[in-house]
């Protein structure tokens, strides 16, 4: 598996589309992927490429001249539970420390609200990320926001 950032918006976009039409569970509103697709030609991304297909990305954008967010991120299912979600947490560890950013933070759902985001909760807490706050209308009344941050 190599990880790769990508700099083309078109190749992003496309990237990013094909990742996440493979995970409705977590990106099954078609105007919220959009958005994410969108938004992911702007920012900063990695690409996991194994045997010529790419088969995750990972975004970082900065919250506030201190700290970068893990914007969105997706490994399509056949990849899961073998290594390239932690690589490419690993990139945009490398990355933010780079730009010199002090701070991290994921938004996901909070803990109970929907089984396969306790999945991705879990997996940000196994990479660092400690919760820091629930904002239970950010998103919607249905969907409370974890902000989850760690020091980098």
């Known amino acids: 598996m190599k990880i790769v950032e990508i700099i083309n918006p078109a190749e992003k976009r496309r990237i990013a589309a094909d990742v996440l039409a493979d995970l409705p569970e977590w990106f099954g509103i078609p105007e919220s992927a959009a958005s994410y ?21 990972i975004t970082l954008k900065e919250t506030s001249p201190a700290t970068a967010e893990l914007c969105v991120m997706g490994v399509k299912k056949a990849h899961h539970r073998r290594g390239a979600g932690k690589a490419l947490v690993a990139a945009f560890f490398r ?3 780079k730009l010199g950013y002090q701070y991290a933070q ?5 803990a109970g609200t929907c089984q ?28 409370p926001c974890l902000i ?5």
């Open 106 to 110: 994921v938004k996901t759902l909070a």
């Open 37 to 57: 697709v969108n938004e992911s030609a702007e920012l900063s991304f990695f690409a996991a490429n194994i045997n010529e297909e790419y088969v995750g990305f």
């Open 95 to 97: 990355k933010a420390r």
């Open 116 to 143: 396969e985001y306790d999945h991705t909760r879990m997996f940000y807490e196994h990479m660092g990320f400690l919760p820091l706050e629930v904002f239970p209308t950010l998103w919607d009344e249905s969907n």
């Open 148 to 152: 989850m941050v760690m020091k980098l």
